[in-house]
């Protein structure tokens, strides 16, 4: 399912200066990967195509569905599955209780989100914890938690505001594979800052830098941007992406 | 955190003004009409202002301790966690002190000139109870969810402070623990050790609780801990001051006695009196004969402490006071009943020999507004007074010792409240 | 449904409220005196203090539907936030209008405190963080008592502090409601 932005202008608050200023991007039917320094908007993107919170002007589109349509807005959040950035555990629930009660939000019906949610924590190797109180976990099992909550209503489109965040390489890379081990969507944007989470798992790169995009196109054309090919592919992304980041807009 | 932005974030310097604008207001209201010339009155009056204070010093912490617990500083710190929450309480320890400083100032007025100075002691208590608020404070902004710990902490002050003070469910003694409350204790009293001692505890116990919250890594360990300490520190605070009722004084001590006067009447005087000496000492004189004549026994040594040296009479004066009006009030003080029943069953009081013994020693001493208060009372008690004011001295005193008795009763007025059986005609 | 209850505290906010509210009828002639900025001393129904912290497990519960994910629901859980502040703010006036019947007057005192609470804590989270907004009842509550002049008013003081049954106050605190469910509904910009 596509992804793209219309023209939209964003800011926070009434008299800030705004975080985009009319983007228009394109985020292909495949998984992405947003590439971007601190600060440069990935966070705002992902809430904007979550429907989280409406652009001051302009749109998003995801498949048919525009987020400027009333009608549209159900079928639009039904659609997308996002984690952000911050996993808050809901206290008083179970892990499970927890996950079923965001599909339920998504709209399943109570008896559909609590099967639904078992096979989310199955994909996520989440079932032993099914039971434990949502607010006991360590910061990779919250993490896990976050990502059973967007799959479990079964979207077309996942956003993963910097699924890795705060993991340590074992905990990333165990993440990475659950990852590649799902089964769900079509589309798929994951949003990090660090040009080590590129891999084999994404098949296009988009640069967001100031709020605005420096490179959207396939992972080989943004590695093209590296110097040295014999590099491992590590490298050449951290390459290519300095190489991006300084290009003139 | 750069020191202007660890200010300007810090909830306390938001109510350093509101915090100082009450203060101002309850001092000019309350605290500056109290006793003049005494430093210790100035210094208890002064440390009220820990209703306040403990509030600022209580949010500001908890404020503070949800700010770091949120970010699980203290989680990561390779620094030493007291330093960091110190650095962190900075702003609001300043401005508690900075309110503490302005009560202290605004009442020193009050004994500038006199001598001794303030009552380090009651100082060092109103201190260690900001500290155990702080510590509350600390408590609870670590172990609850900031948007509990806020409100809880500011119902929790309102309850230490305020509530205790008021509610009839709780004893008189309770309002003690918080550190406040020890009022005006007159030249001739000091707070009550014990008030002192329980709200030393109870303090004890909340900073502790806080140190707790701070370094016992496991919430809930830190949590029983903490609650423990609250318990047993505030249940030891009530046990000690639980003989108390709301005036918290006992009476002072070391009154210098060594003047023989005239007519053989001793009188004593504490320092800050000593000034006033040379008016007070013969207005005592006057009274003291004014009574003797009307045949009431009075000790010949008059004392401004309660209860030294013994067997004197206690006269209660107040420094810097018109020697006239404060002898005169003192001696009807002394010569009305001090113990007088709280409440009598279907209003059976002798409310009309109450006013009319009132009246006799206000007008026999010549207090200032006597006579108005002799227009104020009622037609019986004021015809009583003018009966007893026609008889000899001596019948009058006889009046006095017949009827002064009755007021400590549950009773209606009795006749003997009609001086005509003591006119001398009556006994002819 | 029974999700959005729980992660909502809505048994426990009740629970609460109701207990608070017991605790504030028990004690409706109790007073306690309070400083103002004029001087004299207010005398406050002791009541008044239960009813704003009876609200603590509401607001905390509402303040839970504040996660990125129930900003995308595709159930009209604000609605049901509205819903849950209406009716608790119906269950105070509830509560007070009997008690007032009943022959304690101070019942709708709290009943306007609680509505007025729940309205200045919507409004409020609207423009600080949440736990500051959680302290907006009670600091609404102090900042009415410390503004009464006792002197010149010495029956009875500003908004919440006025007579029971005083139209203005209680068309001021359902207006502050119903400002509050504006934010809530719209979603004016809020902090976290």
Aim: contains cysteine.
């Amino acid at each position: 399912m596509k992804l793209s932005t219309e023209e939209i202008i964003y800011s926070y608050g009434w008299f800030s200066s705004p975080v985009f200023d009319g983007l228009s991007l394109d985020i292909p039917n495949e998984c992405t990967v947003l590439l971007g320094p601190n600060g440069a908007g990935k966070s705002t993107l992902m809430s904007l195509l979550a429907s989280a919170a409406p652009p001051r002007r302009g749109r998003v589109r995801v498949g048919s569905w525009r987020s400027d349509r009333r009608r549209d807005l159900a079928p639009l959040r039904r659609a997308v599955g996002w984690m952000p950035q911050d996993i808050v555990p809901v206290t008083g629930l179970t892990v499970r209780e927890q996950v079923a009660y965001h599909g339920w939000l998504k709209g399943m019906s109570r008896a559909e989100a609590w099967q639904a949610s078992f096979e989310a924590l199955r994909q996520t190797n989440l079932v032993d914890l099914a039971d434990r109180s949502s607010g006991k976990l360590s910061g990779g099992q919250t993490r896990r938690v976050g990502l059973a909550q967007t799959i479990v209503h079964r979207p077309s489109v996942l956003l993963l505001d910097e699924p890795t965040a705060g993991l340590d390489p074992a905990q990333r890379s165990s993440f990475r594979g659950v990852l590649s081990s799902l089964s769900v969507g079509d589309t798929v944007l994951v949003s990090t800052h660090q040009t080590s989470d590129l891999s084999d798992l994404f098949d296009s790169v988009v640069v967001l830098s100031e709020g605005r995009s420096r490179f959207t196109g396939s992972a080989e054309a943004f590695l093209a941007h590296a110097t040295d090919s014999s590099e491992s592919v590590e490298r050449r992304a951290e390459a290519a992406y300095t190489a991006v980041l300084k290009e003139a807009p | 955190m750069t020191t202007k932005k660890r200010w300007l974030t810090s909830l306390s310097l938001w109510l350093a003004v509101p915090m100082v604008v009450l203060i101002v207001s309850v001092n000019l209201e309350d605290g500056l009409s109290s006793t003049r010339g005494y430093w210790m009155t100035a210094t208890t009056k002064a440390s009220e202002a820990v209703v306040f204070t403990g509030m600022v010093a209580a949010l500001g912490a908890t404020w503070e301790a949800s700010r770091l617990r949120r970010a699980d500083l203290l989680a990561i710190t390779a620094r030493s966690r007291l330093l960091v929450v110190a650095e962190a309480l900075a702003p609001t320890v300043v401005v508690a002190l900075l309110g503490t400083l302005v009560s202290y100032a605004m009442l020193a007025t009050l004994a500038l000139g006199a001598p001794g100075g303030p009552a380090w002691h009651v100082i060092g208590v109103n201190l260690a109870a900001l500290a155990g608020i702080t510590g509350w404070g600390l408590f609870l902004g670590f172990l609850l969810p900031p948007a509990l710990s806020l409100t809880i902490c500011l119902a929790g002050t309102y309850i230490w402070y305020f509530v205790t003070a008021a509610h009839y469910q709780f004893p008189l003694w309770a309002r003690f623990l918080s550190g406040g409350f020890l009022g005006d204790p007159g030249v001739w009293g000091v707070p009550d050790p014990r008030a002192l001692l329980a709200a030393l505890v109870s303090a004890s116990g909340l900073l502790v609780a806080g140190l707790c919250a701070l370094l016992l890594r496991d919430r809930g360990h830190a949590l029983v801990a903490g609650v423990l300490m609250v318990l047993l520190a505030v249940g030891s605070g009530c046990l000690i001051v639980r003989p108390l009722d709301y005036h918290p004084v006992v009476a002072r001590t070391g009154i210098a006695c060594d003047r023989i006067i005239e007519d053989e009447i001793t009188v004593c005087l504490w320092p800050e009196l000593e000034p006033d000496r040379e008016a007070l000492v013969p207005e005592i004189v006057r009274q003291h004969q004014a009574f003797t004549a009307r045949g009431i026994d009075l000790p010949s040594t008059v004392s401004a402490a309660q209860e030294e040296p013994e067997g004197s009479l206690w006269l209660p004066m107040f420094p810097r006071a018109d020697a006239r009006s404060t002898v005169a009030a003192g001696f009807v003080h002394v010569l009305m009943p001090q113990e007088l029943p709280e409440s009598c069953p279907n209003e059976k009081f002798p409310q009309h020999t109450m006013d009319a013994v009132l009246a006799w020693l206000r007008t026999t001493a010549e207090t200032e507004g006597h006579e108005e208060y002799r227009a104020s009372i009622s037609a019986r008690s004021a015809r009583a007074l003018d009966a007893v004011l026609e008889l000899p001295p001596e019948a009058q005193g006889e009046w006095y010792a017949i009827n002064r008795p009755v007021l400590g009763t549950c009773s209606p007025d009795p006749d003997t409240l009609d001086p005509r059986h003591l006119a001398p005609e009556a006994d002819s | 449904m029974r999700w959005w209850l729980r992660a909502r505290l809505v048994l426990p906010g009740l629970v609460l409220l109701a207990a608070a509210w017991a605790a504030g009828l028990a004690s409706a002639d109790q007073l306690f005196a309070f400083p103002t900025v004029f001087g004299p001393r207010a005398h406050v129904p002791v009541a008044l203090l239960a009813a704003t912290a009876g609200l603590l497990l509401t607001t905390y519960g509402l303040d839970r539907s504040r996660t990125p994910v129930e900003l995308t629901a595709n159930r009209p859980v604000l609605l049901w936030d509205a819903a849950l502040v209406a009716g608790t703010a119906l269950a105070a006036v509830t509560a007070g209008l009997t008690a007032c019947f009943s022959g304690i007057p101070e019942g709708l005192m709290m009943a306007r405190t609680t509505v007025a609470g729940l309205g200045v804590y919507l409004v409020a989270r609207a423009v600080v963080r949440t736990d500051l907004a959680g302290l907006a009842p009670m600091g609404m509550l102090t900042a009415n008592i410390v503004l009464w002049d006792v002197q010149a008013f010495p029956v009875a003081g500003p908004w919440l502090l006025a007579a029971p049954g005083s139209a203005v106050s209680w068309w001021v605190s359902v207006l502050v409601l119903v400002l509050g469910l504006g934010c809530l509904l719209s979603r004016f910009p809020t902090r976290n």
